[in-house]
């Protein structure tokens, strides 16, 4: 997974907000808010790629939880960042095409 550009997570009047920016992520029907632990995360994986096993490493190295405890809270929470709209599925496989380079499959074609 990966954050979308565009969302950025700000600090409303004691509230942690995560904010649309740019014109093609602006939706003033919903407000998406976070609490301590999902802000805290949010802020450690913005812009980059993540799954389950790191949020869930982050969590239990922040806060006094069990593992399974945190994975559990991590699998809700990435199911709620994607009918947010706020994460979007990400592969970081590659291809290798017939002269062997090695290629990202978010890479752009000769």
């Known amino acids: 997974m ?16 995560i ?22 995360l949010w802020q450690k994986v913005e812009g980059k790629e993540f799954d389950e096993d790191e949020l869930t490493h982050l969590l239990t190295e922040e806060y006094e939880v069990s593992e399974e405890q945190a994975r559990a809270d991590v699998k809700q929470l990435m199911q709620k960042w ?12 590659k291809v290798v095409n017939i ?3 090695s290629v990202s499959s978010d890479s752009q074609g000769d």
């Open 2 to 17: 990966k954050t979308k550009r565009g969302f950025r997570l700000r600090n409303i009047c004691g509230e942690n907000i």
């Open 99 to 101: 002269s062997g380079k």
């Open 19 to 40: 904010v649309a920016e740019g014109i093609d992520n602006i939706d003033f029907s919903r407000i998406i808010s976070m609490n301590e632990s999902s802000a805290y």
């Open 82 to 93: 994607l009918e947010a709209g706020i994460v979007e599925a990400y592969s970081s496989c």
